[in-house]
């Protein structure tokens, strides 16, 4: 509780896992955790998961002494999506194929659709049904009394070039909506061209939209009666949140929430501008990417097929605090491999956390977690029964694991718990630990290695941060062997709802408009802030970031945005004394001898000559650090133009034109992002000089002209 006369308004976020809903409570002004709480994830309950987010939101409120009225942002990140999918526990949906000619032929090839395996032995449960004309409507009806007869609730309609011209499918999706189906619209999902993967995305929407509806309806039901007037969001895949109508009609966004939900929470909290964040489980370790202050994302697959949902890209790795240690024990004894069985799998508890009595006349056993493992897993048969030997266990006799982590064992016990293994590799306890943390330690940094590679991260500017449960398991020694500034996120075993409760509105448009004109792409961009708009955010805190692929002929616009509330709440901000070491260890140079290039009250942009001989010129490195100490943007060698809105229009345009690059490709036009206001627009996916000067005059439509304007600018080689 705060000793503040009026306390502060509070953020919530619940993160509904497979066994626990956790839920915390932050300081809507200073971001800071204030009370967080734990409840069984109530899967069984009529009401299902909804019953746990709403029994562990009254605990919260009650623990921390807060009133409904007291909060301003709710959100809650679920895995109901992922695990329908992933276990095949779906609903039946019906497709209706809009066309006549050539293309009803492809259409009708949709129904293979039913072949996608979701788990082994488990397809998806798909019937077909066929209109040559949307305007048939007696041909209509009887596909949808097919569909009701075969207890399909939910339905997708599909149409060739919808994304053009979206009237058949909105007339046909209309009349199923009167007949009480659930409606997925493939236009309403993506306005990407491809039939195939525009109707699959679809499909997925589809297949968990029954289960996923009566949900958002129950928690907005039982949030109204709870007194909580902020708006409920949801946690989406990309690493943003979406309001609840959003939701209930593209549902699909919710899959993969879960580790974005803590990416978030390493983006917001830890001031993670480019770097990777790893968060550890028990059994597995995510890693992912955050790369000048966003989140990396990708379109995903499911069922071996490609889809237009884009998520976070997060690589996986079977390396978690539970771990299971497997050793070669004759011949030339060693430490064989770290998982991926974990302690959990193979029902056994951790040693370490085991008393010191219980692991008295403790004798090294292998053991072989599921049938057809290997028998290399190493356990202890002790005093107090059979205990699996853990990577945190061997963390622990190290004396890596911070006292503070969720993850710390007692010393004695930890070293009690390696001791057999040590000796039976012929080594003393350290050695053999440290044996241990090295085999596990070697797959997590090729995966860090190979996407600071793949997203060409700037190698001066990464940093490691781990969070999750199992997080002081991993970091430490994955930190040392790689070599990069690392740590451990504050309160890592609750990151995830931190996340949720910091995560900011996103809204994404595609579209394939070959030869894009200048109005063209300000549309999509308009159309995506216009999106967001329209789910609470508010008007002077929406960043758009505008992409023009001219390969693909792809305009992408993303608009992510805070709600009005939380824009108010943002201000008390630390100043240079507080940014400037930020800045400066991200650079990696002594504060001394770092600049300030320009400053806004919401950004302050920070530089460092580079001085290397095989430079031509002098180079500078840039770093944008918001108020909050997150760096949102780092760059080996960048120019800073200042002014004002009123006169930076001009400024930019010639700077533009000065810093444009020529070669046999043509003309490529600097890499911009613009500062103006509380916003940093990204518009370094545009090429076109003409194109990034009208996108970057309509971010500043509508600013007052005395508000102060910094563009930083990266010529393209």
Known sequence: MTDDPVPHPIRIGIDVGGTFTDAVAVDARTLRLIGQNKTPTSHDHPD??????????????????????????????TTQ???ALLEGDVAPVGLIGIGSGVPAL?????????????????????????????????????????????????VVVTEPFSVDDPAGEETVAAVARERGFLVTATHDITSLYGLSKRTRTAVLNAVILPRMFATADLVQRAIEKAGITAPLMVMRCDGGVMSLDEMRRRPLLTVLSGPAAGVAGALMQEHLGEGIFLETGGTSTDVSVVRRGKVAVRYTSFGGSTTYLNALDVRTVGIGGGSMVRARLDGSPGVVAVGPRSAHIAGLPYACFAGPGDLAGAELVTVAPRPGDRLDHVALDAAGGRYAITLTCAANALGVVPADAYARADPISARLALEPLARALGVDVPAA?????????????????????????????????????GAAAVMPFVGERDGREWSIAGHSEVISPIGVALALLREQVERIIPGATDEQILGVRREA???????????????????????SNTVRAIA??????RTQDLTDRPGLDRLGPIAAR????????LEVLAQTPYHVVYGAPVRKRRFRRPRRAVRIVDRDGVVRFASPDAHVVRGTVGSGADLLASAVTRLTSYGDGGARAPAVQLIAGPTVADLSGVLDESALIGLARSELDGKDRDDDLVAVLEVRR
């Open 433 to 469: 630990a440290r044996r241990v943390l090295e085999t596990a330690a070697a797959p997590v940094t090729e995966v860090v290695a190979a996407l600071v590679r793949d997203y060409g991260l700037e190698p001066d500017a990464v940093r490691l941060v781990g969070g999750g449960g």
């Open 560 to 565: 992510t945005g805070a709600t009005e509330l």
């Open 586 to 593: 991200s650079l990696r140079i002594d504060p001394e001898h």
């Open 529 to 551: 802030e216009q999106a967001l708009l329209a789910q609470g955010a508010a008007a002077g805190a929406i960043s758009v970031d505008v992409t023009v692929d001219p390969q």
């Open 106 to 154: 492809f259409l009708r090839r949709l129904a293979a659709m039913r072949r996608i395996e979701l788990t082994p032995g488990s397809t998806l449960p798909l019937e077909y049904g066929h209109l040559r004309r949307a305007s048939d409507t007696a041909g209509l009806h009887a596909v949808l009394d097919r569909f009701a007869g075969a207890g399909i609730s939910s």
């Open 81 to 83: 999506a992922t695990n």
């Open 48 to 77: 299902g998961v909804a019953h746990g987010i709403i029994e562990g939101l009254h605990r919260l409120l009650d623990d921390i002494g807060r009133a409904p009225e007291d909060v301003v942002f709710l959100a809650h990140g």
